[in-house]
């Protein structure tokens, strides 16, 4: 009985520990992304995989009662509001932003296609002349 | 926790110390970007990430002093900090936006 106790705290503390590890890569990339969008990407990763990891070690460690429900359902909720929050977060940074031009390139539909087709194009002239250069070899 | 096991109550209390403390340390950065984020979705994103770390705090005491109804307010925490989010973005956006309007209508005249 008491090896298996024991095997539940490893396990547990692994988990947890684990969480605790995303947390701080979470942290290192906050502080290093130089552009606010970044920053939020790698603090809205780090929060659903490390309160998963954590909380889940927790549930291992409280075994089967109605505190592990209550902790699955933070997990659960949490991992539906965690991306409605950053959708809302980078809205208003898009929105706010008073010179988006040094930061990304604003680019709409119409010249998407025209610059997917253009790239295609020189992809496949590419392709008939390295079959040109390799006929030649030959 | 661990209670009947030899040796299996202060590995389960050392543990929880050891995240706790680690988990204060974190709690300290994220203030610290919050305060030095030059934008106002970093200070968001910030309050964001302690929340994250306050209910792991809370989960774990929740466990740690064997007080299952902590846990109620760790969901609360977490239905809060959602609802936080959403009022600050959607305040935050309606100002600037007002503030463009009027600057657009004083600068037409």
């Known amino acids: ?138 | 926790m661990g209670r009947g096991v030899p040796g299996l109550e202060q590995a389960y209390h050392g543990l929880f110390v050891i995240a706790l403390i680690f988990l204060a340390v974190m709690v300290v950065l994220c203030l610290i970007r919050a305060i030095i984020g030059p934008r106002v979705a970093d200070r968001i994103v910030a309050v964001n990430m302690m929340g994250t770390m306050v209910m792991v705090i809370i989960g774990i005491l929740a466990l740690m002093l064997e007080e299952g109804y902590l846990v109620d307010i760790c969901l609360i925490y977490a239905m809060i900090s959602f609802l936080a989010v959403i009022v600050l973005t959607k305040v935050y956006m309606g100002v600037y936006l007002e503030k463009k309007e009027e600057e657009r209508k004083n600068g037409g005249d």
């Open chain 1, 1 to 138: 009985m008491a090896v298996i106790e024991w095997i539940r705290f490893l396990a547990g503390a692994f988990l947890l520990l684990f969480g605790l590890v995303i947390f701080a890569i979470e942290m290192v990339g906050v502080f290093r992304f130089k552009y606010v969008l970044n920053r939020m990407h790698a603090a809205a990763m780090g929060d659903t995989l490390g309160i998963g990891f954590s909380l889940v070690g927790l549930i291992l460690m409280s075994g089967w009662n109605f505190t592990s429900l209550k902790l699955f359902l933070v997990v659960v909720f949490l991992w539906f509001s965690s991306p409605a929050s950053s959708h809302l977060i980078s809205r208003l940074e898009v929105t706010t932003d008073e010179a988006p031009e040094k930061h990304y390139r604003v680019m709409d539909l119409k010249e998407l296609e025209e610059k997917l087709h253009r790239d295609k194009q020189q992809e496949t002239s590419e392709e008939t002349l390295c079959r040109d250069d390799r006929k030649g070899e030959a």
